[in-house]
């Protein structure tokens, strides 16, 4: 996504696979990381969204 928008990727020599969120404690926000591709969800969850945020943790626990 953030070559599309003409913005510099950091580059990743690896092969792996992760996920993970990005807070403030109020606002939160996911990626995913496979091979060299990071996926950002350009949604943001916000803390009165618990419900929504556990479940996305949940299907991050489903996966592995």
């Known amino acids: ?16 696979r992760s996920e993970c969120c990005v807070t403030t404690g109020w606002d939160w926000q996911f990626l995913k990381l496979e091979d060299k591709l990071v996926t950002i969800d350009e949604d943001m969850y916000y803390l009165v969204e618990m419900p929504n945020i556990l479940g996305i943790f949940q299907a991050i626990i489903d996966a592995f």
């Open 1 to 16: 996504m953030s070559i599309q928008r003409g913005k510099k990727v950091a580059t990743i020599t690896e092969k792996s």
